[in-house]
T-cell receptor
Framework: RKEVEQDPGPFNVPEGATVAFNCTYS??????FFWYRQDCRKEPKLLMS???SGNEDGRFTAQLNRASQYISLLIRDSKLSDSATYLC??????????????FGRGTQLTVWP | SQTIHQWPATLVQPVGSPLSLECTVE??????LYWYRQAAGRGLQLLFY??????ISSEVPQNLSASRPQDRQFILSSKKLLLSDSGFYLC???????????FGPGTRLLVL
């Protein structure tokens, strides 16, 4: 089983729509969580961290359910510029080290006018 | 502010040829450095990471190697490329107290 699983999509939504992505992780020892965004043929860029109480950054809302080992990303009022692949990322620490990041394969989003 | 550079941006190499990709970081000291590969339609695969000069950990055995000759320089090499080495190679850095990683612009490698 992969450490991080995502629905690959693609999700095709009109401008202004609300879209949600889900992600599950396998290791309950995972300790921090992130969403990255990757544009076509570009490097991944950090979109937002995911906190246990849930957090919001403008039109983006991230939630974490540790009991279910489930992470979500909600995008409201979608813009054309939101078209990208969204990567779910989980950090697992090893002892006193920072640990390593595990990346999902990504969920592709296309927003159409 | 910190910046990360990679070169070349794109590379086309014949099978069996050597490879050297370079990554440098500016604006930080003693970063953790990472090499990832992203094959077409697949997720990011961690290849190597380094916590300091001369310290390299390999995550996946293959015909690639990495070196860290200076604090802010990370090099990915191969003596003989395979077709399966084609992909998008990404270097990333992480500060000593942070868990997030920041990626360079990547090198797109095509082995023919």
């Amino acid at each position: 089983r992969k450490e991080v699983e995502q629905d690959p999509g693609p999700f095709n939504v009109p401008e202004g729509a609300t879209v949600a992505f889900n992600c599950t992780y396998s290791n309950s020892a995972s300790q921090s969580f992130f969403w990255y965004r990757q544009d076509c043929r570009k490097e991944p860029k950090l979109l937002m961290s995911v906190y246990s109480s849930g957090n919001e950054d403008g039109r983006f809302t991230a939630q974490l359910n540790r009991a279910s080992q489930y992470i979500s990303l909600l995008i409201r009022d979608s813009k054309l510029s939101d078209s990208a692949t969204y990567l779910c990322v989980v950090n697992m620490r090893r002892g006193s080290t920072l640990g390593r990041l595990y990346f999902g394969r990504g969920t592709q989003l296309t927003v159409w006018p | 502010s910190q910046t990360i550079h990679q070169w070349p941006a794109t590379l086309v190499q014949p099978v069996g040829s050597p490879l050297s990709l370079e990554c440098t970081v500016e604006g930080t000291s003693n970063p953790n450095l990472y090499w990832y590969r992203q094959a077409a339609g697949r997720g990011l695969q961690l290849l190597f990471y380094s916590v300091g000069i001369g310290q390299i950990s390999s995550e996946v055995p293959q015909n690639l190697s990495a070196s860290r000759p200076q604090d802010r320089q990370f090099i990915l090499s191969s003596k003989k490329l395979l077709l399966s080495d084609s992909g998008f190679y990404l270097c990333a850095w992480r500060g000593a107290l942070k868990e997030t990683q920041y990626f360079g612009p990547g090198t797109r490698l095509l082995v023919l």
